[in-house]
């Protein structure tokens, strides 16, 4: 039999505190039965749409397409976008590896742009010394120098909880006429300069897997104000069909669709999910309180500009000062039975994208070796707290 190993957003079989698991409290039970009782278990139904319009609504957008997982959503907005094989996406170094995955899919190659040093996201200045400097135009395209590839994107990855700063990239993005694909799945209700996540680009994705804020078991979602992609998207995430009786396919689909019993549970989770983001920051504001008092530990930040929702609660270790490395604290922290987690490893250095063009990734590299994500599920409780913090202070 495999070993069961530890999957971030499922509970730990031996009673420990986990990372990051879901909260269910609100209606889930009794719209799921809504399913059960109507027969309604499947790709279609009314939960899927409610839930594609509230969460559109939500963010702010016009449309909103379920899909499958976040993975899926962003394949699809690559796809209606119109990115083309051999295309270039300038994305997030510092992310989960899913949107470099994504970008491959289609056939197009990512470039890799560097975290900045103090929210960790994106780095806005980067990106415009990447387009400005290692980019020229040639026949009205935007061309990488050294690959003579065209670049045809920028997907922001809105990482943990917190926003990139996006007006900078917006710019260039509008200079240089890229589209803009946000990758929302770590920050639903974030906030940048009040405007929401997820409406700041040309088109979004959401995941709802088990560790997001809110979760439908395993799903996704793209917005959009583009009623064209919004209509592909739905297209493609259907198989394609052109006529559903004879089975005709105009083209090559994806069956990516969310059933009605997990739009349920999202629609039950969409109405709670302003009291999480109030859990979140609280849980936040308590950790960061303790540790700005412990010499070697960085707390999370959130920018001036920004409404984190903070939903990866995450530390910086200063190895010297704090007397072990990020890897020793998770290890000591792991014999307590206290879940933690390191940030992914860059993409850049990631072998599965190795021959990948990246530029200038040193931010993102160290805050991979520093940083370590606690316990910071919504339901987390008092005494959990206190066993975690207990468990940093002791030296
Ligand atoms: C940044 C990022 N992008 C994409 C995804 C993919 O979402 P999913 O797991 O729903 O496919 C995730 C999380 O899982 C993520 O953290």
């Not at 889930?28 to 309604?40: A, I, R, S």
């Not at 279609?44 to 939500?58: C, I």
């Not at 979760?215 to 919004?230: C, K, S």
Request: overall charge negative; aromatic content about 10%; hydrophobic content about 40%.
């Amino acid at each position: 039999m495999l070993k069961p190993s530890f999957e971030p957003g499922v509970p730990m079989a031996d009673g420990g505190i986990p990372l990051c698991i879901p909260e269910i409290r609100g209606k889930e039970w009794e719209y799921v039965k809504q399913c059960l009782d109507t027969n309604f278990v499947s790709s279609v139904g009314p939960f899927v749409d409610r839930f594609e319009r509230e969460l559109a609504t939500y963010t702010g957008a016009k449309f909103g397409v379920a899909t499958s997982t976040g993975t899926a959503a962003l394949h699809i907005a690559l796809l209606v976008t119109g990115i083309q094989p051999d295309d270039e996406v300038l994305v997030s170094t510092l992310t989960f590896i899913a949107p470099v995955n994504a970008i491959r899919y289609v056939g197009a190659w990512p470039v890799f742009i560097d975290a900045e040093p103090d929210y960790w996201q994106m780095d806005p200045q980067k990106v415009v010394d990447f387009l400005e400097k290692e980019c020229s135009w040639k026949d009205n395209e935007l061309r990488n120098k050294l690959t003579g590839r065209r670049i045809k994107a920028i997907m922001p990855v809105h990482l943990l909880g917190h926003p990139v700063d996006m007006d900078p990239i917006l710019d260039a993005a509008h200079k240089f006429n890229l589209i803009v694909i946000e990758d929302a799945t770590e920050s639903l209700g974030a906030k940048y300069k009040d405007r929401m996540v997820g409406h700041l680009g040309d088109i979004a994705c959401f995941s709802f897997n088990g560790n997001k804020i809110i979760t439908t078991g395993g799903g996704g979602m793209i917005v959009t104000d583009n009623e064209v992609w919004a209509r592909k998207a739905k297209y493609l995430t259907t198989q394609a069909k052109d006529d559903s009786i004879e089975f005709i396919h105009g083209t090559i689909g994806y069956n990516y669709r969310l059933t009605n019993i997990q739009a349920a549970m999202g629609c039950a989770q969409l109405e709670v999910l302003n009291e999480y983001i109030e859990a979140k920051r609280r849980i936040a504001k308590n950790y960061s309180k303790v540790f700005q008092e412990i010499p070697g530990l960085a707390s999370m930040r959130e920018a001036p500009w920004a409404n984190s929702i903070y939903w990866m609660y995450t530390l910086l270790v200063d190895e010297k000062t704090y007397g072990m490395d990020s890897r020793a604290l998770m290890r000591r922290l792991g014999a307590c039975k206290i879940q933690t987690r390191p940030l992914w490893q860059p993409a850049h250095r990631s072998p599965a994208h190795a021959g990948c063009q990246s530029f200038n990734c040193d931010t993102a590299e160290r805050l991979n070796r520093v940083a370590l994500s606690l316990p910071c599920s919504v339901g987390l409780t008092s005494s959990q707290f206190e066993m975690v913090v207990d468990a940093i202070s002791r030296q």
